[in-house]
């Protein structure tokens, strides 16, 4: 069964950085596409980014300029650099395959707050 893990979430100063990982137990991780998703307390999981297996990006308009995403094949990890943080990036983090997605693990929370 595939797993994924997901870490580097923690509480940030509006302004603030992190860089979340996801490490995905699968020797076919290169082909995937790769999403980053997020569920702020009391709404929907949303999708925040996703990279393809040839490394095109895209981005919800609201973290466009501030998120970047990337991937490391040979670490089978897919990162998630989030800069310029603000309270309503507030929300658990989760990675997962938007083409064909996987059991949810249980994610990382992001806490933007002064």
């Known amino acids: 069964q595939v797993q994924l893990v997901e870490s580097g979430g923690g509480l940030v100063q509006p302004g603030g950085s992190l860089r979340l990982s996801c490490a995905v137990s699968?020797?076919?991780?290169?082909?995937?596409?790769m999403g980053w998703y997020r569920q702020p307390p009391g709404k929907q999981r949303e999708l925040v980014a996703h990279?393809?297996?040839?490394?095109?990006?895209n981005y919800l308009e609201s973290v466009k300029g501030r998120f970047t995403i990337s991937r490391d094949n040979a670490k089978k990890t897919v990162y998630l650099q989030m800069n310029s943080l603000k309270p309503e990036d507030t929300a658990v983090y989760y990675c997962?395959?938007?083409?064909?997605?996987?059991?949810w693990s249980q994610g990382t929370q992001v806490t933007v707050s002064s």
């Open positions: 997962n395959v938007p083409t064909s997605p996987l059991s």
């Open positions: 990279i393809t297996a040839s490394r095109s990006t």
């Open positions: 699968r020797s076919d991780f290169s082909v995937w596409t």
